[in-house]
């Protein structure tokens, strides 16, 4: 429920902070905050070993969350142009 609840949010905040269009429903925005909890949580790992005991993916904190949705929405963007052009 928390990871939910976390995708909703950083996926809802990436796509704010990040400017122009994304054609992205709920549920994939909520996949976006998800993938970015994710991707947030192995970055705090990487960089200053946050929660070494738990392994390398893990959830991030809020904070990274966001970070990792909007690094994961800049990726997916950056795919998506390559794609279509």
Do not use: C, H
Request: glycine share 16%; charged share 15%.
């Amino acid at each position: 429920m928390y990871l939910l609840f976390v995708g909703v949010v950083a996926g809802f905040l990436a796509r704010l902070l990040v400017p122009g269009r994304d054609p992205l429903g709920f549920w994939k925005t909520v996949l976006l905050g998800i993938v970015g909890s994710f991707a947030g949580g192995f970055a705090a790992w990487a960089l200053f070993g946050w929660d070494s005991d738990e392994g390398a993916l893990q959830p991030g904190g809020v904070v990274f969350s966001i970070i990792g949705a909007v690094l994961v929405l800049l990726l997916w963007r950056a795919f998506d142009r390559r794609r279509n052009a």
